[in-house]
C-alpha cells in the first residue's frame, strides 16, 4: 500500500526547486547589478590609497631604495585600480577562487590575519582607566588647620 508521499513522486519537488533557482538567479542577478555600480567607487578608493602611498614615499628623497619601494608599491595599487574598473565581478571573483585553490594555506592565513584584524577593530579599547597610584604621599599638616581636638578656643 502506498502512501501520500510515495503517490507524488519527483513532481512534487519540481516546482519547489525552479522556485529556488528563480530566487537564486534573483539574488545573483541583484549582487551583480550592486557591485557593478560600486566598481567606480572601489576602483576610486584604490587609486586614493595608491595616490597617499605615492605621497607618502615623496617624503624619501634622501633615501632613493625606499623612494623607490613606496613607488613601486604605488604603481602595483594603480594597477589593481585598472584592474577592478576594467574588469566584471564575475572575472574577479573566478581569479580570486583560482588563486585560493592553487595556494589554500596563503588562503587560510589571509583569512586569519583578517580575521584578527577584524576582531581587534571590533573590540578596539576605549578609554582606558588610570591605575591608582599605590606609593603613600605624605601630608603636610599647616599649623592653622592642625587637630583642634583638647583645645579650648
Do not use: C
Amino acid at each position: 500500500m502506498r502512501n501520500g508521499a510515495q503517490d507524488r513522486g519527483p513532481t512534487a519537488s519540481g516546482p519547489d526547486r525552479s522556485e529556488a533557482r528563480g530566487f537564486t538567479e534573483a539574488l545573483r542577478e541583484q549582487a551583480h547589478g550592486y557591485t557593478g555600480k560600486r566598481r567606480a567607487d572601489a576602483a576610486r578608493v584604490v587609486s586614493d590609497v595608491g595616490d597617499a602611498i605615492r605621497e607618502t614615499g615623496a617624503g624619501f628623497d634622501g633615501l632613493p631604495q625606499l623612494k623607490a619601494f613606496f613607488d613601486q608599491a604605488a604603481l602595483g595599487v594603480d594597477g589593481l585600480a585598472e584592474d577592478i574598473s576594467r574588469r566584471s565581478f564575475g572575472e574577479m571573483y573566478d581569479e580570486v577562487r583560482a588563486a585560493a585553490r592553487r595556494r589554500p594555506a596563503l588562503t587560510a592565513a589571509a583569512a586569519m590575519l583578517a580575521g584578527f584584524a577584524l576582531y581587534r577593530l571590533i573590540t578596539a579599547p576605549g578609554i582606558r582607566p588610570v591605575p591608582r597610584s599605590r606609593a603613600l604621599v605624605p601630608v603636610d599638616v599647616l599649623p592653622n588647620d592642625a587637630p583642634t581636638e583638647g583645645r579650648t578656643p
